[in-house]
């Protein structure tokens, strides 16, 4: 599976089917986590989507672009279903190593009500 695949299969099965635990079989058990709000390691990434998934149950990512450059991917995405009915521009970043995420940064954005241009974030 090549790694364009692999990241659709981990946002379907984890993100979107709220499936926490999926989380095992994508990613390395000493999963190197850059969010401060998620802790150090696989079970630490189950164990907070398993949580934000009880709270907010119509959470949704959608992928807007993959660009994937050797050992490296970044995901354009749209959150919806968030708390307060608003949506996010969300941007992650992995590292694979032996064909597992190793490793993962991201940028949020919250999508203004009243945009300054017609331009799309997507």
């Given at each position: 599976?090549?790694?364009?695949?692999w990241i659709r299969a981990f946002y379907e099965e984890v993100f979107n089917r709220h499936d926490a635990q999926a989380a095992a079989k994508y990613m390395r058990a000493d999963y190197i986590q850059h969010n401060p709000g998620v802790g150090q390691g696989r079970d630490a990434f189950i164990a907070a989507f398993t949580e934000k998934f009880k709270k907010v149950p119509q959470f949704h990512l959608e992928i807007k672009r993959i660009i994937v450059q050797d050992d490296m991917a970044a995901v354009h995405l749209r959150a919806s279903g968030l708390p307060d009915g608003s949506e996010s521009v969300v941007c992650d970043f992995y590292r694979f190593e032996d064909g597992l995420l190793?490793?993962?940064?991201?940028?949020?954005?919250p999508i203004p009500k009243d945009l300054e241009n017609k331009d799309s974030l997507f």
């Open positions: 599976m090549s790694h364009d695949e190793a490793e993962h940064w991201d940028v949020l954005m």
